[in-house]
């Protein structure tokens, strides 16, 4: 697409790469986001919790352009992307891993990645490939498998490893601990962790909220498709009210 740059600029923190004002979106007639509004700056990572219902994949999906804003804008990178289509969206340098993970089963791990680095007429197939193997050597060990034969934890991996191969300026990720023992989510977190340190910014939607505020630089808590609560994950983590809705505390 003509005018798109994937070459990661140096991460500037005080810099918007999202900015998301007062979006209202609808499933049919069921308001989902009530002029909702959110940033991320570059190089963060930024999660988003809440209860089921509450509104967390639909903020999340609405930046990808499904379900459209009916109301509001979001803009990204500086540009208005809020009635753009989502391979359009793509091309501008954002990355998805939805819910469910949704890899090609009859597809092996290599032609999985390969439809990764389609977006890029696969112009950086092999040099981001390594990379891949580099943060998940359990896809490298299972190149040549079945998506559909790996565990859930592995599929988790090769989801996020397609969504990387489109060399994304901001990774969205939805529920990556779904599904998934504790020891591996714990693998999956550390790698979040090391794509945001390769200069990748990252927006979490996550139900697991400990994991979630633990690598976080900030949050927000959704309330019936409201933001109610927002600031530093180490202090949202300490703070009383999130401890006893969300991580288990009295």
Wanted: charged share 20%; proline share 4%; hydrophobic share 40%.
């Amino acid at each position: 697409m003509e005018g798109t740059n994937h070459n990661k600029p140096a991460v500037n923190k005080d810099y918007r790469i999202l900015d998301i004002h007062n979006i209202c979106c609808y499933y049919g007639n069921i308001q989902a986001l009530h002029q909702t509004s959110l940033y991320i700056n570059q190089g963060e990572i930024v999660s988003l919790i809440g209860s089921n219902g509450a509104g967390k994949t639909t903020m999340l999906m609405s930046i990808f352009g499904d379900p459209v804003a009916q109301t509001g804008e979001i803009i990204f990178d500086g540009k208005n992307i809020t009635n753009l289509p989502t391979h359009q969206i793509s091309y501008l340098g954002i990355g998805l891993v939805p819910e469910g993970r949704r890899i090609f089963a009859q597809m092996s791990v290599e032609e999985n990645l390969q439809i990764g680095s389609d977006v890029l007429n696969c112009e950086y197939f092999e040099e981001d490939r390594t990379k891949v193997f580099d943060l998940f050597p359990r896809l490298k060990e299972r190149r040549n498998q079945l998506g559909g034969t790996l565990s859930g934890g592995e599929q988790q991996m090769l989801a996020i490893g397609r969504a990387l191969m489109t060399r994304p300026k901001l990774l969205l990720l939805d529920e990556p601990s779904l599904g998934i023992a504790p020891l591996v989510i714990a693998q999956i977190f550390s790698s979040i962790s090391e794509i945001a340190k390769q200069g990748v910014t990252v927006f979490l939607v996550e139900q697991n909220a400990f994991s979630a505020l633990k690598i976080a630089d900030r949050a927000y808590v959704l309330v019936n498709g409201k933001i109610e609560l927002s600031g530093k994950a180490e202090d949202l983590i300490n703070n009383p009210n999130i401890k006893k809705a969300y991580l288990g505390g009295s």
